[in-house]
Each structure stands twice: as C-alpha cells, then as structure tokens.
C-alpha cells in the first residue's frame, strides 16, 4: 500500500495560557507569557521562584468524585485535552470502529502528583499508607489508558517516554500508523503535571532553573522554567477527512528520531542535525522549503547554543533567515508534554498565517544567529513547519507539517 497523506483534523489543549485553541492562540500570538510566581504548591522548601502553573483548572467540572479517586492530575489534563481535540475534530466516535483507533500519548514523567504525595504521606511524621490507587494512578502510561477508556478505544494504546521528546515521538508512532494504514484515526500527543515540590527540587540541584523569567535564544536567558498542561491531537486519513468536509490544519509530512549516543544530560548538535534531516528526508522536503521553526529553545545557555548550530549545520546559508521562535518563554518547558504543545502551535502557524513571538527574548546572542521572532508575531504564509524536541538521554525528535491544499 502506498503511503497516505496523514491530516490533523483535531486539537484540544489544557495549558497555563488556556483551554481552548482560540485562547491559546490568542495569548501565544501576543507575546504574552504564563509564567508567574508559585501559585499552587507550598513554597516554604523553594527556591525556584516561577514557574507556568495552571491555575484554573477544576477536576471536579469534568469528572465525578470515583473517577477523580482514579486520575492523577496529569491524566485528568489528558483526559480533558483529548475531549476537546476530539469535539474540535467533529469526530462522531459511535460511528467509528473503535477497535481501530490507537491511542498513543507521550509522558515524561507520568503521575507525579500522586507519587510525590504518597512518598510525603509514608515517610513523613505521620508514616500513614499509601492510597489505594497510588500505583494505577502514578504509571507511566495512566494518561493514554485513562484516554482510551474515557473514550471507549480499543485500538493499540501505549505511552513513550522520552523525556522531552516524549509526546513528539509519540505523535509520529501515531502518524506511521495512519500513513501506512494500520489505522484512519489517531489519538496521539502528552500530558504532564510535574510541578511538585520533590521534583522542583531535583531540578533546582541541576541549576537550570531560571528565577527571572524565560527567554529562548536571549544573550540572557537564565535558565528554563517548568510548566504543565497537555496537548492531544487528532490524526487522521486526510482523505476521509476531506470527504467528511472535517477542518485539517495541516498534514503531517514527516517524522525524524536519533539518539546522540554522547551524554545524558549534555546536548549534541550532531544528533539533533540527524533528527531534523531524518524528518525532511521522510516528508521529501528540502531546507529550502521551510518556513518556520519552532524550536525546542529552552532558554538555557547550552541548549540554545547547541539547537543554533544545529540549524547551521542543516542550513547552512539559510539558518540566517528562516524564521525561528520557541514558545517555552510563554508557556513555560512542560517536559514530555512540551513536544505536542509545539507540534500544535506549529500547525496553528500553517493554518492561521501567523508565526509566533518568543516571549521574553530581549538581547540577540551572537552565539544564536537566527531569525528569531521577537517583540511581535509575523504574518507569514509558510508552507512547510519544523517542530523540534531534544531531550535528556540525548533522545531527539522533529516533526514536520505541510499546508495543507483546499479544493
């Protein structure tokens, strides 16, 4: 079977600049950011002083108080996401064959609140059990089973970790899928809520945690800062789409993975080349074709470095004037949730003709020489989009997206 044009007919977010497509949009277009001081955990033991919380967020508006007892907070934003990428779609699930759609969801982290909170409640001065549901609650994979019972899918569900690329590899596990026809429909992206006091911690002892804010490719960026939210998208055989008269917001052209192979936390421009190359090679596009990056930039001093060179050395000449931005300096690095949240904002660029600023950026760095988008957003018409996601264990993925054509 010939490969098939794979469309994205459905986006749902839950993220700290919003819950609904328009919303997020809206606030990643105007440069605005969501990163703001510690809102939602106790912040006696901290040092770390922002970070991109979700604030507005209720379970108990989605879900009755059993199911809540079953979901920690990174599946309840799963959940939540994949309900509204599957309404965004208009995709009438009783008329599918559900044993048919996967659901495959990226997670770096995977229940943490829960784990966080029973690790407190154990070995703290009450030394009381552990819940019930703490082991259910906190895998790994919680999220995609969480999806696909809450959606009755009955297709291959399964999560990746890997890290920050987490959810990037997993929508391209869902694209292959669908573009070799082992599947119509698809349910892929990632969830993450790892803003805990522990794991703050851990990332405070690395020392990339910035305190004043967020700004990608900035001569300086101080450091990241951690956020939470998902970000589900619905794939989908673009021409049943075109036939059921769905919206595609563009279609994904291509899926590129490498390892580095070099050092578990230290970037590696190489890997990241072979990436992006294997992604371009797999859609059949050229450098030149490309419109827009978005980066992974996440407004630490090697990362963004390295991410710089990368695009150097695929680019060559041209690395100087394609257009770059990241959106981490708006809503913040939500670990393996971060690459569907890019993927998405990528597409949205496709489809609305607008590439976006990165929040934050105030100085260019004679170490980052890119176009980066800053101060305001870009009308542009790109027909083609890079999405990048580089991750501890030198685990790299990008992804790249097409216009796609109407008529």
């Known amino acids: 079977m010939a490969d098939r044009e794979v469309a994205v007919t459905g986006i749902g977010f839950v993220l700290p600049a919003g819950h609904s497509v328009a919303a997020v949009w809206d606030h990643i277009v105007a440069g605005r950011t969501a990163i703001g001081p510690v809102r939602t955990i106790p912040t006696d033991r901290l040092g770390c002083a922002l970070l991109a919380e979700i604030v507005d967020f209720d379970g108990c508006e989605h879900f009755d108080r059993r199911q809540l007892l079953n979901l920690d907070r990174m599946s309840q934003f799963a959940v939540v996401a994949a309900r509204r990428a599957v309404a965004d779609a208009a995709l009438d699930l009783a008329r599918e064959d559900r044993d048919c759609i996967p659901t495959i969801l990226g997670s770096g982290v995977g229940g943490l609140t829960t784990l966080d909170a029973s690790f407190a409640h154990f070995y703290g001065p009450a030394l009381g059990r552990p819940a019930p549901m703490t082991i259910p609650k906190s ?14 899918l009955r297709g291959e569900s399964y999560a990746v970790a890997s890290a920050c690329s987490s959810s990037a590899h997993a929508i391209g596990h869902a694209f292959r899928l669908v573009r070799s026809g082992a599947a119509d429909v698809a349910i892929t992206g990632g969830a993450e809520a790892c803003l805990t006091v522990g794991t703050i911690k851990g990332w405070e002892s690395m020392r990339v945690l910035s305190n004043d804010g967020c700004r990608p490719f900035s001569a300086d960026r101080s450091g990241l800062v951690l956020g939470e939210g998902a970000a589900i998208l619905v794939l989908e055989e673009a021409g049943r789409a075109r036939a059921r008269g769905a919206h595609i917001y563009g279609l994904v052209a291509g899926f590129g993975a490498s390892a580095d192979a070099c050092d578990i936390t230290a970037p590696d421009a190489g890997g990241a080349v072979r990436a992006m190359a294997a992604a371009l090679r797999d859609a059949g596009i050229i450098t030149d074709d490309v419109g827009y990056i978005n980066a992974h930039g996440t407004g630490t001093q090697a990362n963004d470095a390295t991410e710089a060179r990368a695009i150097h050395m695929l680019f060559g000449e041209k690395a100087r004037s394609v257009p770059v931005s990241s959106t981490k300096g708006a809503l913040g690095h939500s670990l393996g949730a971060t690459g ?46 890079l999405s990048n996601s580089f991750a501890f264990g030198g685990l790299n993925a990008a992804l790249v997206f097409r216009h796609a054509p109407t008529g």
Do not use: F, K, Y
Request: proline residues 8%; aromatic residues 2%; contains cysteine.
């Open 340 to 385: 569907a949240v890019e993927a998405a904002l990528s597409l949205l660029a496709l489809d609305r003709g607008i590439l976006p600023p990165t929040a934050g950026w105030r100085v260019a760095d004679p170490n980052c020489e890119l176009d980066v988008i800053h101060g305001a957003a870009r009308p542009a018409q790109p027909r083609v989009t």
């Open 139 to 152: 895998m790994l994979n919680a999220g995609a089973s969480n999806v696909s019972i809450d959606l009755e």
